[in-house]
């Protein structure tokens, strides 16, 4: 069987639990990094990754043979695991449960990326992209 062609671009983002701003700088730097490593694991490329205290964005893309819920449920769930009881960085991270998600063009990729790797910039000035932060789950 030959191999399948296939460019599925998704740009997610989720929420911690109860929207509470557990993002600290050392958590952050721990969580990223291994939300790319995980995502590798699962054949799926992640473009970005960034967000605030209470919400990240990702772009990644995720093959057809793969179910997004399943994914994204993977990379939450690990991460948080990963937080609590492997580094043990903090005992209770959690996410809200849920995610939001869209599809984008290729072309729209470096828009995109560029919009989630300056997520704090945004934030802190308010130019946000009403579409994009839409996106965040309540």
Same mark, same amino acid.
């Given at each position: +069987?030959?191999? @399948?062609? %296939?460019?599925?671009?998704?740009? /997610?983002?989720? &929420? $911690?639990?109860?929207r509470?701003? $557990?993002?600290?700088?050392?958590?952050?730097? /721990?969580?990223?990094?291994?939300?790319?490593?995980? *995502?590798? !694991?699962?054949?799926?490329?992640? %473009? *970005?990754?960034?967000?605030?205290?209470?919400?990240?964005?990702?772009?990644i893309?995720?093959?057809?043979?793969?179910?997004?819920?399943?994914?994204?449920g993977?990379?939450?769930?690990?991460? &948080?695991?990963?937080l609590?009881?492997? +580094?043990q960085? $903090? $005992?209770?991270? !959690?996410?809200?449960?849920?995610?939001?998600?869209? @599809?984008?063009?290729?072309?729209?990729?470096?828009?995109?990326?560029?919009?989630?790797?300056?997520?704090k910039?945004?934030?802190?000035?308010?130019?946000?992209?009403k *579409? +994009?932060?839409?996106?965040? @789950?309540?």
């Amino acid at each position: +069987m030959g191999k @399948t062609f %296939h460019k599925l671009f998704y740009h /997610a983002v989720w &929420s $911690t639990y109860l929207r509470l701003p $557990t993002i600290s700088p050392d958590i952050e730097k /721990a969580l990223y990094p291994f939300i790319e490593n995980k *995502a590798k !694991r699962f054949h799926c490329i992640i %473009h *970005a990754i960034d967000g605030i205290e209470d919400h990240i964005h990702i772009s990644i893309e995720i093959p057809p043979a793969e179910s997004v819920s399943d994914i994204i449920g993977k990379l939450k769930g690990s991460s &948080s695991y990963f937080l609590n009881k492997e +580094m043990q960085i $903090t $005992t209770d991270f !959690r996410w809200q449960e849920g995610f939001a998600c869209l @599809t984008f063009a290729e072309k729209d990729l470096p828009n995109i990326v560029r919009y989630i790797k300056h997520q704090k910039e945004h934030h802190r000035s308010g130019k946000l992209n009403k *579409a +994009m932060e839409e996106l965040e @789950t309540d």
